[in-house]
């Protein structure tokens, strides 16, 4: 049995060590940037609302469309009896969902099975017990997932302008 053609290629090393190379200096120019786990976290004095609308605005000023908004707050505290807690994590929390078409068809291009890599999110949430902040976050690029560095430049900008407002 012959398997299909593609174009998928096997990373290697020298191709981690470029996008880790690429990735780095967009984590560095970011501000309120922190590396918490797997998420890059970014914070804003804004209250919820406002930084959400200026990060609507942020999205759709670059002419992409939200897909899909996920209240995760609304619900984590709606399901939060069927798991027996009674903790509070959130004030407020939605993930935004959108894609750039030009990134999303190279991605899949170079790879049919890139697809888990789209849509890209922004987390945007006020932590219960500290609601004078709110952050906006998003998941730590993988330096050795193509487009990486692409994706990474995008959110970064997406979400200082929204700390910025406009």
Known sequence: MSKPANNYKEPNVVR?????????????QASNYKEIDASWVFST???FESALENLVFAIESRGLVISYTAHASEMLNRTASAVGTENQVYGDAQILLFCKSDLSHAM??????????CPYSISIYTIFQQPELTYLSIRKPDPAAPFSSEIAKLL???IEEAQDGF
Not at 16 to 28: E, H, K, R, T, V
């Open 156 to 158: 970064i900008s997406i």
């Open 108 to 117: 899949v291009a170079d790879n049919p099975h890139h697809l888990p890599l």
């Open 45 to 47: 004095e804004n209250n």
């Open 16 to 28: 981690i060590i470029i996008l880790l190379a690429l990735l780095l200096p967009f984590a560095s």
